[in-house]
C-alpha cells in the first residue's frame, strides 16, 4: 500500500502558474504509475494527467494538453503537475492517484491523496 500526499496548490490569477507535488510513502515508488485527477463543485472527478512508471510515458486530458506537465522524480518518491496558462474552468480540488496498473491513466488508480486545493480567479 502506498500513502500519498500533495501540497502546492493555492491562489492564482487566470493565467499564471502553479506546480503540485505528491510525495508517496514506501521504498517502491518506481512500481506505480502516478497521475492527476481534479474535481471541480458540482461536477464529477476527471483524468488530468498520468505518468508511467518510469516517466518514459505521460498521458494528459485534451483540456490541458500544451499547458500541463506531468513529471516524476523516481529518487524522491515525487510526481508534480506543473500547470501553466491558468484558466478559472481549472478550478478545483486536484487529487494524486496512484496504482502499480495504467487503470491511473482512467483515473481510477487504487490510491489517492487528500486532495489540494486549486483556485484560478479572473
Known amino acids: 500500500q502506498v500513502q500519498l500526499v500533495e501540497s502546492g496548490g493555492g491562489l492564482v490569477q487566470a493565467g499564471g502558474s502553479l506546480r503540485l507535488s505528491c510525495v508517496a510513502s514506501?521504498?517502491?515508488?518506481?512500481?506505480?504509475?502516478m497521475g492527476w485527477c481534479r474535481q471541480a463543485p458540482g461536477k464529477e472527478r476527471e483524468f488530468v494527467a498520468a505518468?508511467?512508471?518510469?516517466?518514459?510515458?505521460?498521458f494528459y486530458a485534451d483540456s490541458v494538453k500544451g499547458r500541463f506537465t506531468i513529471s516524476r522524480d523516481n529518487a524522491k518518491n515525487t510526481v508534480y503537475l506543473q500547470m501553466n496558462s491558468l484558466k478559472p474552468e481549472d478550478t478545483a480540488v486536484y487529487y494524486c492517484?496512484?496504482?502499480?496498473?495504467?487503470?491511473?491513466?482512467?483515473?481510477?488508480?487504487?490510491?489517492w491523496g487528500q486532495g489540494t486545493q486549486v483556485t484560478v480567479s479572473t
Open positions: 492517484n496512484a496504482d502499480r496498473t495504467l487503470t491511473v491513466v482512467a483515473g481510477r488508480g487504487a490510491y
Open positions: 514506501g521504498r517502491t515508488f518506481s512500481t506505480y504509475v
Open positions: 505518468i508511467s512508471w518510469s516517466g518514459g510515458s505521460t
